[in-house]
């Protein structure tokens, strides 16, 4: 997959992310108690182990641990979503 393409996608999966959660804790009144303890612990995971993905297609931050706090949100959406986003840009 081209190296560009690759980038783009995965600020598309990352918007998306951050767009879902936002939805759910924000417009909905519901309370997401699974879902707020799944976005602490895949950031917090992601932060203590230093795992960037972003880093992976070459999309560097100037902020320190943003990528790892982006990468953890993508971590809480759960294994299969990620697995599927390293199987689309060729990594697995």
Same mark, same amino acid.
């Given at each position: 997959?081209?190296?560009?393409?690759?980038?783009?996608?995965?600020?598309?999966?990352?918007?998306?992310?951050?767009?879902?959660?936002?939805?759910?804790?924000?417009?909905?009144?519901?309370?997401?108690?699974?879902?707020?303890? +799944? &976005?602490?612990?895949?950031?917090?995971?992601?932060?203590?182990?230093?795992?960037?993905? &972003?880093?992976?297609?070459?999309?560097?931050?100037?902020?320190?641990?943003?990528?790892?706090? &982006?990468?953890?949100? &993508?971590? +809480?959406?759960?294994?299969?979503?990620?697995?599927?986003?390293?199987?689309?840009?060729?990594?697995?």
């Amino acid at each position: 997959m081209n190296k560009e393409v690759s980038k783009m996608f995965m600020v598309c999966v990352v918007l998306e992310g951050i767009i879902t959660y936002t939805n759910n804790f924000f417009v909905t009144t519901e309370p997401h108690y699974q879902m707020v303890l +799944s &976005l602490i612990f895949g950031i917090l995971i992601a932060v203590a182990y230093k795992i960037d993905l &972003l880093k992976l297609v070459n999309i560097e931050s100037n902020i320190p641990y943003i990528g790892s706090v &982006l990468t953890g949100i &993508l971590f +809480s959406r759960g294994s299969n979503y990620v697995h599927d986003i390293l199987k689309t840009l060729n990594i697995m």
